[in-house]
């Protein structure tokens, strides 16, 4: 029996029981029983998944059940790496969600950040905090609807790359815009911010909806065909203009899921507002989703194009992951953070499959190929910590009600597991060995360090812009290192920074094993990534003016490039790095004479004992880095200074506000808004409110569209 | 610095090529320098060395050709780029007094990166002039090109009377080089016509900078606004 | 048989290489301290003095900040760690490694800002403000010297077709008129700004202030004492030691041993001390003419260091 059918299978029926659980079951049983069938969908995806890139292959046509015809599905091995990512990154929040949707937990409010600021550290007994929770909030994560969609959401996630025609991939791209938005809106009682982030979100999905729409049909109008098969045979005849448009259109379509640069906008604001498991399939497993559409229509159905292709994507790919770097240094908000690093990450991405464009318009397989493998690995290695970080913030979330970096601290002692796991994958996030994240930007450097030693010399677009991509590539590296530092040593070392903090308890066992699952899927691939190379070399297979053998060679415990020198071992450097540390601890003890350790308090600059408003918090850390890059971002200061009536010269309080906003959203969207507005003001008159105008509006439009069709005809 | 004067034509392949290559490299940095130095006697003696260095590509084309003619030139520009000029330039530092190019338009960190963009967009557009003729000379067209860029930028982007005399005479240094490299050396007539009308414009914008302290009291170019009204 | 005699010989060269590189490196700081004192006309401590005070460290106490995690105490380990990895593979001796393969010049670059990122989690940890302020600034410095160091290894690269360090060494001897070149000069001078914002020296940070205005790598390490110090100070004198190391093999790689017997690995020992000790001797001169900039001027030299190390890359292709 195939394999692929099964995993399939199991995905469907999974789906279905979860839905059925989500809506039946009582109240109590329901985190379980969805938890688990959402893990079951997860499982089915990661089956199917695997026996793809273990090179089978499966295809299937369901006449009559979509509008305009069958529904197809083909897996190939790209659909297979996809599937094997949403699959795991389903898994491991599936297993998490069981604790997170269960009792017991605190979820951030609007009031709870007035209250919180009220209060010192340590003025709130936990035992009142307990009874708090239990009884104060709602737990709408939790809710019927919440718990019903989740499994469709993930379903129709796994079907997305498992589409082989346009209305088929159409169809369950629209189910899974829609049942996401649903679970971003989850919250929607609880805090103000999660309506406009749905508007946002549900907004800018049908824009990018809409230009994929458009990109396809023109496609498949041009190609005679909307089956993947019919569209890939009718592609070399399309005209280049014709080419170049389904490209841009599709480019813009599957970017704004991807969060790409100028696209953006949604992302932070609609991830961090999402229940956390939620916020993890949304960040690693459906922006991956953006990145599958590019290539499956770029180079796939499309064959690869021209040189400005690549370079289309690779500046808008270099201008995310700077864009997105930078904001997330001057972040506080943790999962706003983690979103903004999520767009960086895509536009890592996009930086390997834009640089895999450009080589592959000149021929060059052997680097289009290795840039290619960097930028699908690079999407796997961020789905893996991406959702260990989403799922720990998640932890955070719920054991202290914050997430505003500013306020937490502390949480090394509190919640030892959380930390020690968030910290792998704030090590991997930052690019750092022997985290798994260092492994695909190696592999990036690597693709984009050889492009000048190709055979004869560069060409001139080649020569400008790849230098240019290696300083970006490192600058977002360097960025990077100092948002995941911030994020980590402040969000949970030191002391905690108020009351809540304080109070923190560890997350429940479920939620323990679902970030345990994501950090040893992490710590898999950064061991021992020689064991993609196989599979690697099957994706890209797929993509015609790609395939060139392995990128990769299967070298035991080295990462060895073909056709080009370079070669690394993350599993020597990891274990150099534990002997090394062991030696180096055992050397010291033996040398301090096995001394005890002294617990004291640090020094205080003559005060007597700090307290945690002495602390540096996010804001402070960032502080350099906002003000080297104050061109850019141009961060937002007001200082009020209010003086005693009596005399001018004392001063009562002093009020100061500092915000970084997102710029590029500040400067580009609301002339958009405005006009947007402005033409459904000037349109009203159209839509009066008469039933019977907008029949006639039908009725005539049905007509139009009746005797256009007879005169062309 | 100009070790290759003494070498007798034809000189050896490797050592003309590296030659010529460091001498390009060392007048690329010395204008990044300028671009990133503020004191504004560090930044004439940059030029200083930017002239000594022009005089040695002469005298290296010179000795590779073979021509006295070229030796001529490079005596000529050694006079006029490391001595003459920079004479002059230090006369304006003293008279005026100003030390120090204050508050560029474009502050230090962006200009460099802007220089960077600059460098690149120099290789891009000199590439179908190397390839007519490809030989190691026009190998480093880019490099005059991109002084001659930078020379530009810090004309546009400099306030002081002073750094806009650098700045032009940045921009004449890449064009000499340009026309060294690419014609492998020019008639001594157009040399000394090109470094008189030089002479004439520095000389020109010293007593207007000396004009403009007199009336403002500084050297700021945007006071000049004030004359419109 | 052959082959198991050049491998035998090969981990006694990294043996040797560590052994050289550890024992040097307090010897390095202590000199580096010497000439400066000699310049500013103080006796100075002597040499060995960092080799005293290191025993003296070891023998003492450790003290870990009330609130603190393990992470205050992981630090240093992990920091001495990363960097003796790097003095293992780096190709200080000889060419031949066995262990060559297993980080290359990005590896390298990765394993030093691992370094870098323990000591600040670990400042952070330690709550004070000092603490969270060194390594606020640590951690700026080292993300803008990031986009330097990369591009100057991809100008070193970029010639020779790999980023694997033995083969970098060993393109560089087979060709010695490429050290003249521009394209070397230029990273040579990108990697110099590097060496000097990574450890932290003169004029990015003062290593021997204590003022916290101007604190950055000292801030960080405040609350450490006893052993734990101890490892902290060994793990700076040996990142200094290290960076000037590969530089000098990077960029003037005479003397390099291309085998693994024992008479070139002796010889190359004593050049490698050579060029190390005359370039730390050169640095410390030269922070002698130095006064610290202000925090915000050092983006400008990173921004001055960047535009080398991409005039390096572009160079080696303009005047190929």
């Keep these: 029996m195939n394999l692929i059918a099964a995993g399939l299978g199991v995905v469907v029926a999974g789906a279905a029981a979860g839905a059925a659980t989500g809506a039946l079951a009582p109240a109590r049983a329901r985190p379980l029983a969805t938890g688990l069938l959402t893990t079951t969908v997860g499982l089915g995806g990661v089956l199917a998944g695997a026996a793809a890139l273990a090179g089978q292959a499966w295809s299937m046509t369901v006449p009559g059940i979509l509008p305009l015809g069958a529904a197809t599905l083909a897996v190939d091995p790209l659909s297979g790496a996809f599937l094997l990512l949403i699959g795991a990154v389903t898994v491991a929040a599936g297993v998490y969600s069981v604790g997170y949707t269960g009792p017991g937990g605190r979820h951030a ?96 999905t049908h824009a990018g909806a809409v230009a994929i729409l458009l990109g396809l049909v023109v496609f498949a109008a041009a190609a005679g065909g909307e089956s993947f098969a019919a569209l890939r045979a009718g592609a070399a005849d399309l005209s280049r203009g014709t080419r170049s448009l389904v490209f841009v259109l599709i480019f813009a379509g599957f970017g704004s899921k991807a969060g790409m640069v100028p696209l953006h906008v949604w992302l932070p604001r609609a991830h961090p507002e999402a229940p956390s498991h939620v916020s993890a399939l949304m960040s690693a497993a459906m922006v991956n989703l953006g990145l599958y559409g590019l290539i499956r229509v770029g180079f796939d159905l499309l064959g690869g194009g021209p040189r400005w292709w690549g370079l289309l994507v690779l500046a808008v790919g270099g201008l995310s992951a700077l864009y997105g770097v930078l904001q997330a240094s001057v972040a506080t908000d943790l999962k706003r953070l983690l979103g903004y690093s999520t767009t960086e990450n895509v536009g890592l991405m996009l930086i390997g499959v834009g640089a895999a464009g450009v080589f592959a318009a000149e021929g060059n397989r052997a680097l289009a190929g290795l840039l290619m493998a960097a930028a699908v690995l690079h999407a796997v290695n961020h789905a893996a910590f991406k959702t260990l970080l989403f799922l720990g913030a998640g932890s955070v979330l719920r054991a202290t009600g914050l997430r505003d970096l500013d306020r937490l601290g502390g949480l090394a002692a509190r919640m030892p597991i959380t930390t020690a796991l968030v910290a792998f994958g704030a090590l991997a996030a930052a690019a750092l060995p022997p985290g798994n994240g260092f492994v695909s930007e190696w592999l990036l450097l690597q693709g984009l360090i050889h492009s000048l030693t190709g055979t004869g010399p560069p060409t001139v677009v080649v020569a400008v812009s790849m230098p240019l991509a290696v300083g970006v590539v490192a600058l977002t590296a360097g960025l990077g290192v100092a948002t995941f530092v911030k994020a980590f040593g402040v969000g949970f070392l030191a002391r905690p920074r108020s009351a809540p903090a304080a109070v923190a308890v560890e997350s429940p066992p479920s939620m323990r094993a679902g970030m345990a699952l994501a950090a040893a899927a992490c710590l898999g691939l950064a061991l021992a990534p020689v064991a993609a190379a196989a599979p690697l070399a099957r994706v890209l297979q797929v993509m015609p003016t790609v395939r060139d053998g392995a990128p990769l060679a299967d070298s035991g415990v080295r990462l060895q490039l073909v056709g080009i020198a370079g070669s690394m071992s993350p599993l020597l450097i990891a274990i150099g790095l534990l002997v090394g540390t062991a030696a180096t601890a055992a050397l010291a003890r033996w040398a301090g004479r096995g001394l005890p350790r002294r617990v004291a308090p640090v020094w ?110 | ?112 990166l802007a220089g960077a963009l600059l460098t690149l967009l120099a290789y891009a557009v000199s590439r179908p002039l190397v390839a007519l003729a490809p030989s190691p000379a026009t190998q480093a067209l880019p490099v005059a090109l991109a002084v001659m860029f930078l020379g530009f930028f810090v004309l546009v982007t400099r306030r002081r009377a002073l750094s806009q005399v650098v700045g032009f005479l940045l921009m004449d240094n890449g064009i000499t080089a340009t026309a060294f490299l690419a014609t492998s050396g020019v008639p001594l007539i157009v040399e000394l016509g090109v470094s008189l009308d030089l002479l004439l414009v520095v000389l020109v914008l010293q007593v207007l900078t000396a004009r403009m302290r007199l009336t403002f009291g500084r050297t700021d170019l945007d006071e000049l606004r004030e004359l419109r009204d | 048989m052959t082959g198991s005699a050049v491998t035998v010989g090969a981990l006694a060269a990294v043996t040797a290489q560590l052994v050289l590189v550890v024992g040097g490196a307090p010897l390095l700081a202590g000199l580096m301290r010497q000439v400066r004192a000699r310049l500013e006309g103080r006796v ?142 230029l990273a040579a001078v990108a990697f110099a700004v590097v060496v000097v914002a990574e450890t932290g020296r003169l004029p990015v940070d003062n290593p021997a202030t204590h003022l916290e205005l101007t604190m950055i790598h000292e801030a960080m390490v405040l609350e450490y004492a006893g052993r734990d110090l101890a490892l902290v100070e060994l793990a700076s004198a040996l990142r200094l030691t290290v960076l000037l190391g590969l530089g000098a093999n990077l960029f003037l790689p005479w003397g390099v041993a291309t085998t693994a017997s024992p008479l070139p690995l002796l010889g190359a020992a004593m050049l490698f001390a050579v060029k190390v000790v005359a370039f730390g001797a050169a640095l410390a001169a030269f922070e002698v003419f130095m006064a610290k900039w202000r925090l915000f001027r050092v983006p400008e030299l990173l921004a001055g260091s960047f535009l080398f190390g991409l005039l390096a890359v572009s160079a080696s292709f303009f005047l190929a």
């Design chain 1, 109 to 204: 409010t609007d009031d709870d950040a007035a209250a919180g600021a009220a209060a010192a550290p340590g003025a709130e007994p936990a035992g009142q905090r307990a009874v708090d929770a239990g009884t104060g909030h709602v737990e709408a994560a939790a809710s019927r609807t919440a718990q019903a969609v989740l499994p469709l959401f993930v379903a129709t996630m796994l079907l997305v790359p498992a589409a082989a025609s346009v209305s088929t991939l159409l169809v369950l791209w629209e189910l899974m815009a829609l049942t996401s938005l649903v679970l971003v809106l989850a919250e929607h009682r609880l805090r103000r911010s999660v309506r406009d982030a749905g508007l946002w979100y549900g907004a800018m």
């Design chain 1, 604 to 713: 205080g600059c003559g005060g007597t004992r700090l307290d945690s408003r002495m602390e540096y918090t996010a804001t402070s850390f960032a502080e350099p880095l906002t003000r080297v890059f104050d061109d850019v971002l141009r961060p937002e200061q007001d200082v009020v200074v209010t003086p005693y009536t009596e005399s001018r010269y004392l001063i009562e309080s002093v009020r100061f506000r500092h915000r970084v906003p997102d710029r590029l959203e500040a400067r580009l969207y609301p002339p958009l808004l405005g006009a947007a507005a402005r033409w459904g003001r000037w349109s009203r008159p159209v839509a009066n409110g008469s039933v019977h105008r907008y029949l006639a509006y039908g009725f005539v439009g049905m007509l139009a569209v009746l005797v256009v069709v007879r005169l062309s005809g």
């Design chain 2, 1 to 112: 610095m100009d070790h290759s004067i003494g070498l007798r034509p034809p000189v050896s392949e490797t050592v003309y090529v590296q030659t010529l290559n460091l001498i390009c490299g060392a007048l690329l940095l010395a204008a990044v320098l300028i671009l990133w130095r503020r004191e504004l006697a560090a930044i004439v003696r940059l030029l200083v060395v930017q002239g000594v260095l022009l005089a040695a590509l002469a005298a290296l084309l010179g000795a590779r050709e073979g021509s006295s003619e070229l030796y001529a030139v490079a005596a000529g520009v050694l006079a006029l780029k490391a001595v003459v000029l920079p004479a002059v330039l230090r006369r304006v530092l003293r008279d005026t007094g100003e030390v120090r190019e204050t508050e560029p338009l474009v502050n230090v960190a962006a200009s460099l």
């Design chain 3, 44 to 185: 100075g401590a002597g040499v060995g003095q960092p080799w005293r005070d290191l025993r003296k460290q070891l023998g003492k106490e450790a003290i870990r900040p009330d609130g603190s995690s393990w992470v205050f105490t992981a630090a240093p380990r992990v920091l001495l760690a990363s960097t003796l990895l790097i003095a293992a593979v780096a190709p200080f001796l000889s060419t031949v490694s066995p262990l060559d393969g297993v980080a290359d010049l990005f590896a390298v670059v990765a394993l030093l800002l691992l370094g870098t990122v323990a000591l600040a989690v670990a400042g952070l940890d330690t709550g004070t403000a000092f603490g969270g302020m060194g390594a606020s600034r640590e951690i700026t410095v080292a993300a803008l010297a990031e986009p330097t160091i990369l591009l100057a290894g991809f100008a070193l690269s970029a010639r020779v077709g790999s980023s694997n360090l033995a083969a970098l060494v060993e393109g560089m001897l087979t060709a010695p008129g490429q050290v003249l070149s521009p394209a070397s000069l």
